[in-house]
């Protein structure tokens, strides 16, 4: 019986091994991918892939230390790389910048400025404390304005193309095309940041997106009103079932009369920055000018009374 017993436990375990053998060797069938997980490949090819072609671009890029950016994570809150890949999304993604570059960057200008301020203060070293900390703050923020006009600058861009892509978009639109193909040709044939904006859309909704959420994840990653305005008023044209040349026609001739608007806002605040560089650089020369001769007769003729 203990041999037989013996014989049946050899058998069960080599049966178990063979199992595990199988199963270890034959390859997993895997499922089909989910919205969410394509949803989740494109943002980060967007966000990251993007920097990965910038390093082949520009080979021999210096590749900063890993504790530059754990050293400037600890003096940053903790939603610090939210922050930054939304301020970097408002920039367009620049190629090769992802939060954790930014934050290195923070404290290599931290410990670089830092350092310059305290060279600035060995000959008072009442100071010494002072200017270094002055020059480790000025560092340590000084990514986050680049970051932010470039921005700035990006919005900017966005703003002046939307009314020219607009109108792309209706002509697409009443000729016949889909919002999808329309979307295609204005991503096709303008340049610059929102022909980008609008090719990520269409990416987005050829893997499963639908439109409204396309739109409004585009919306997101902007801080243009006008172009927030327009992805409000296609989103909830579709939930009401109002016909989209329609929309884009009305929303084509409102972002025209704002870029009118926003022109002559522009136009009028030329006199007050004029006023400035005026009283401090030509009325002075102009004083000099008119006022010059006389003033050498004036000298002359008290300096003869004197005499």
């Known amino acids: 019986m203990a041999g037989s017993g013996l014989l049946y436990g050899g058998i069960a375990a080599l049966v178990l091994a063979v199992v595990a053998m199988t199963t270890g060797l034959v390859p997993t069938r895997q499922g089909k991918r989910s919205v969410t997980q394509a949803l989740a490949a494109i943002d980060e090819r967007y966000t990251r892939d993007i920097g990965t072609v910038g390093r082949t671009?520009?080979?021999?890029?210096?590749?900063?230390?890993?504790?530059?950016p754990n050293l400037a994570s600890r003096l940053s809150p903790g939603s610090a790389r939210v922050s930054l890949q939304r301020r970097l999304d408002v920039a367009g993604n620049p190629p090769g910048w992802t939060p954790d570059r930014v934050l290195a960057a923070k404290a290599l200008c931290l410990v670089v400025l830092g350092a310059f301020g305290a060279l600035f203060g060995l000959r008072n070293p009442a100071l010494l404390v002072l200017?270094?900390?002055?020059?480790?703050?000025?560092?340590?923020?000084?990514?986050?304005?680049?970051?932010?006009?470039?921005g700035l600058k990006r919005q900017h861009q966005i703003a002046i193309s939307l009314p020219e892509g607009l109108d792309l978009l209706t002509i697409c639109v009443e000729a016949g095309q889909g919002f999808d193909a329309a979307v295609a040709q204005v991503a096709r044939n303008l340049k610059g940041p929102l022909a980008a904006e609008f090719a990520r859309v269409l990416q987005e909704m050829q893997i499963g997106k639908s439109r409204a959420e396309a739109m409004r994840a585009m919306a997101e990653r902007s801080s243009v009103p006008e172009l927030r305005a327009f992805v409000a008023a296609l989103t909830q044209s579709a939930?009401?079932?109002?016909?989209?040349?329609?929309?884009?026609?009305?929303?084509?001739?409102?972002?025209r009369v704002r870029r009118r608007q926003r022109a002559e806002a522009e136009a009028q605040k030329v006199p007050v920055?004029?006023?400035f560089p005026l009283i401090g650089c030509l009325l002075p020369a102009l004083f000099v000018v008119v006022l010059g001769s006389g003033l050498i007769t004036i000298a002359h003729s008290v300096f003869h009374v004197l005499k």
């Open 131 to 150: 200017t270094a900390a002055a020059g480790g703050a000025v560092g340590f923020f000084l990514p986050d304005v680049l970051l932010y006009n470039s």
């Open 57 to 68: 671009r520009g080979a021999g890029r210096l590749q900063l230390p890993d504790w530059l």
């Open 273 to 275: 920055k004029i006023t």
């Open 239 to 255: 939930e009401l079932g109002i016909p989209v040349a329609l929309v884009l026609r009305e929303q084509a001739k409102e972002m």
